[in-house]
C-alpha cells in the first residue's frame, strides 16, 4: 500500500521550502550573526560567502523533504533524506561562523567555523585602507601581528563610517583612503 498522504505532504514541504528560501535568504544571515554575536556590538558584517553558505542550506534542506516525497516515504529514502538534512544543518551551522564584528573596544571577526574568533583592540590595528576606487569602496585592515581582514562598505557598515573613522582618530591608527 502507498502512502499518498505522507508522500504529498513532504512535497507541500519542499515547496514551501523552496518558495520561502530566497526570502529568508536576505534577512535571516544578518539576524542570525547579530543575535548570535553582535549583542555587545556596534555592526555585524556577513560576508557574501555566508549567504552562500546559506543557500546551499536551503538547497539541502528542499533536498531533504524532496527526497522522501519522490521515494514514497521508504527506508532508503529515509536514510538518505537524514543524510541530506545532517549536511544542511552543517552548511547552516558553518554559515552562521562567519563575521566581523565591530564594537566600541574591539574587532572581531571569524572566517569559518574551522577557525578559531580573533579579537583585537583597536590600539593593535596598524594600518587601515579605504578603497574608493572600484565600484564598491572597501576597507582593508592590518593588524599588528599581520593579520589581515578585508570587507566591502555595504549599508550596514556605511552607516558606521564615522564610528569607524573616529575609532582610527582615537586610537592614532594611520588610515590611507584611495580615491582613483
Known amino acids: 500500500m502507498y502512502n499518498y498522504g505522507a508522500r504529498h505532504i513532504f512535497m507541500v514541504i519542499a515547496i514551501v521550502i523552496l518558495i520561502m528560501s530566497p526570502i529568508l535568504l536576505l534577512p535571516m544571515p544578518t539576524f542570525i550573526a547579530s543575535n548570535m554575536h553582535g549583542l555587545q556590538g556596534w555592526v555585524v558584517y556577513v560576508p557574501g560567502k555566508a549567504y552562500l553558505l546559506y543557500g546551499f542550506g536551503f538547497l539541502f ?96 557598515i556605511r552607516v558606521f563610517r564615522s564610528g569607524i573613522e573616529g575609532k582610527l582618530k582615537e586610537h592614532r591608527v594611520e588610515f590611507v583612503k584611495r580615491y582613483y
Open 61 to 156: 534542506l528542499f533536498g531533504s523533504a524532496f527526497i522522501l516525497s519522490i521515494l514514497d516515504l521508504s527506508k532508503v529514502a529515509k536514510i538518505i533524506s537524514i543524510s541530506i538534512l545532517l549536511i544542511s544543518v552543517a552548511f547552516f551551522a558553518s554559515a552562521a561562523q562567519n563575521y566581523t564584528l565591530f564594537a566600541n573596544d574591539s574587532i572581531a571577526f571569524r572566517e569559518s567555523i574551522w577557525t578559531d574568533r580573533q579579537s583585537y583592540t583597536w590600539d593593535e590595528l596598524e594600518i587601515v585602507k579605504f578603497d574608493l576606487s572600484a565600484g564598491l569602496p572597501k576597507y582593508e585592515f592590518r593588524f599588528k601581528d599581520g593579520k589581515e581582514i578585508a570587507l566591502p562598505e555595504n549599508g550596514y
